[in-house]
Nanobody
Framework: QVQLVESGGGLVQAGGSLRLSCAAS????????MGWFRQAPGKEREFVATISSGGSITKYQDSVKGRFTISRDNAKNTVYLQMNSLKPEDTAVYYC?????????????????WGQGTQVTVSS
């Protein structure tokens, strides 16, 4: 079993920045690909970013490329999502996810464990 706890969400003005953190426990974190997803009100959950177990491969949703950066610290069992130049359309609950695979996944089906989510609200 893996436990994932997100933190760092909040209210920010458009153009601002936030850094989300996801602390993992219960499994060998360094063997797991990690991902961030988000769900806006009335919409389905969507892929945001993913990172391979060693951190060498990252992938992003087109709408966040150049603004968001996913990274990980395997010594701290933590994955991060640095979000810059935030827009109102980035408002959503952001979820951290862990895979049993070491590569990377851009679909929900590739992930086995999910956090409870953290709210990000961007005001215009």
């Amino acid at each position: 079993q893996v436990q994932l706890v997100e933190s760092g969400g909040g209210l920010v003005q458009a153009g601002g920045s936030l850094r989300l953190s996801c602390a993992a426990s219960g499994r060998t974190f360094s063997n797991s690909a990690m991902g961030w997803f988000r769900q806006a009100p009335g919409k389905e959950r969507e892929f945001v970013a993913t990172i391979s177990s060693g951190g060498s491969i990252t992938k992003y949703q087109d709408s966040v490329k150049g603004r968001f950066t996913i990274s990980r610290d395997n010594a701290k069992n933590t994955v991060y999502l640095q979000m810059n130049s935030l827009k109102p359309e980035d408002t959503a609950v952001y979820y951290c996810a862990a895979s049993s695979d070491s590569y990377y996944w851009i679909v929900e089906a590739g992930y086995d464990y999910w956090g409870q989510g953290t709210q990000v609200t961007v005001s215009s």
